[in-house]
């Protein structure tokens, strides 16, 4: 098995204090490789990278037009916001629409990370619900395939028909069978893949309007949905969101915990995924952008590119301690090319 | 250079998904490496776990006594503490003391990591100020061997005459010059060493009481004071305060960011650092947990040792997804002993 190779060092002074491995894959529309560093092989829990992917069966299913969603709610379904009020207002109103409310969750409670959402609850003296979870998108997603299907209210469990449709969906755009499933920080199965697995998943989208089929049709919207709504799959000033601005519609990218990252290039045809071997997001969002840059999608010199590729470090003062910078061993695939 | 070694892994169902590299030394009182993982003639910045060195000088020169601190002082000027009231009230009265306010601080505002403290200055809409700031007591320990010296107010620059006082120390007690430093989180300088001569820094300090020399008597009071206050030297439910409070007295330890641990075990004239190569607290904490467990120092089946050794992972619902644990490689050099 190949080692991770250095992604993402953190220089303090002329020290290098922090350094990230990780592995990452670049495939192709044909499911080949074209670029990898470390082992491609390796498995890893795509987390919620994969919920452009868990939201396939949403539309395949009809569901997404029985209850007329919008390229808004189908970015929601792929997001993992920070609990603004642009998320929750839209989560609570199409829970209204499926006739439920936030006792139909199974996600958790979760305190937004949007400082204005977290402050007004916490004046408000109230404590944060479901709907602020990071996950609720992807979660009310889950419900209306729920009852879609007429199926029962333990959605999260591993063999309900919603997971089961989700894994049959995982297990056909990664070309893998998933050797097992983790529980996800939002209670529901997260099945397991190789990085090449997930990046092929990511080619499978950046491909899909190339084909007629309903799934790629899907993959298709989705992908459009995320690109269309970035304010809506993070939040203001998040990797994603940013990027996302950065790049004006030539890609979708979605962090997942633990340091995995992916991208979807529609124009290229190319689908990228990576995993940070020590599950650090600063070091994930760094080679994410490098990636992006080396590729030519997103532009070196865009402040939001500046701000996750370089990221200064900071004191709390304010003075410029230290940066954290993509490694050589991840810039030459690029600079050799 | 050797590699550093594998130290704590994050398990997820059956996968691992994360894992952390480092390099630790445990070091005897004569200087020399008990045992090593990884290298142990890494350069490092100490960061905050070096609180208790910089902190020599306010004894040593006799700034302390002069100014009639005791213990909980002490403990505070080695903190990195969580911004609760037992510690701002604490920093708040002691600058009294120096006839000084927040404004001769220089470490910056920062937000408490206390909840009650952080919700309490929200609801009352008031911003953090330095006073909040984690190295608070480390700063105002500076203030006071600054009005001692009657030194210049910019305490935080490298050539000021705290500053310099504090390298002494840092080189005496690590047996090393220093090749450079960083700028801290707080502004202060950060001094480099290797993990081994961090280690030798505590384990100094764990012999101090063995010699009568003023500045052996002023780390000898110093580790007393953190051992005799681990609520002053972090905060409720950090692990510092729970796995002193686990060790009864045994040995002091003090985090650093970046993924530092120390630990300074008088009984055993022993000293231990440690650095997880990609600056992970989680691991940091696992990694000290496993090593004071292996030393006999702290208990296996403690709660505390639970909490941050074999840390539950848990999705927002409470459910068991997975567990944080040291390698085989850490514990191996304990169990073939």
């Known amino acids: 098995m190949t080692q991770p190779v250095p992604m993402t060092e953190l220089w303090r002074g002329t020290i290098l204090e922090s350094l990230h491995l990780g592995h990452a894959v670049i495939c192709d ?60 207002d839209r989560v609570r109103a199409w829970l209204s629409q499926l006739d439920l409310d936030e006792d139909a969750f199974r996600c958790g409670p979760q305190e937004p990370a949007n400082i204005p959402a977290r402050d007004g609850l916490i004046r ?13 998108g992807k979660h009310t997603g889950f419900l209306t395939l729920c009852s879609h299907m007429g199926a029962g209210p333990e959605y999260v469990e591993v063999n309900h028909p919603v997971q089961q449709a989700g894994l049959a ?9 998933s050797p097992g499933f983790g529980i996800d920080g939002c209670s529901a199965p997260n099945f397991a893949t190789t990085v090449h697995g997930l990046a092929r998943a990511m080619a499978y989208f ?18 459009q949905a995320m690109m269309q709504h970035p304010d809506l799959v993070a939040g203001e000033g998040r990797a994603c969101t940013e990027l996302m ?10 962090t997942g915990a633990e340091g995995v990252y992916v991208a979807i290039i529609p124009e290229k045809r ?14 994930a969002e760094c080679a ?20 996750f590729m370089n990221a200064p470090v900071l004191s709390r003062r304010g003075l410029l301690a230290g940066e954290i910078k993509p490694t050589t061993e991840l810039m030459q695939a690029f600079t050799s090319a």
Not at 288 to 307: F, S
């Open 245 to 254: 601005r950065a790049m004006g519609g030539h890609a979708a990218i979605k």
């Open 124 to 136: 408000a003296g109230v404590s944060p619900c479901q709907i602020h979870n990071n996950c609720s």
């Open 288 to 307: 994410i952008a490098a990636i992006l840059t080396g590729l030519g999608v997103l532009e070196a010199d865009h402040p939001a590119t500046r701000k």
């Open 29 to 88: 529309d044909s499911g080949l490789i074209v670029h990898a560093w470390g082992d491609p092989d390796v498995t890893i829990y795509p987390r919620s990278s994969c919920k452009m992917v868990q939201a396939l069966p949403l539309l395949t299913s009809g569901a997404a037009d029985k209850y007329g969603l919008n390229s808004e709610h189908l970015a929601l379904a792929c997001a993992s916001h920070d609990g603004a009020a642009i998320h929750t």
């Open 206 to 223: 950046a491909s899909a309007a190339d084909r007629s089929d309903r799934q790629s049709a899907a993959a298709a919207r989705l992908t």
């Open 270 to 283: 190319l689908g990228v995924a990576l995993k940070i071997a020590d599950g650090t997001t600063r070091a």
């Open 169 to 177: 969906a995982f297990e056909d755009t990664t070309g893998q069978s």
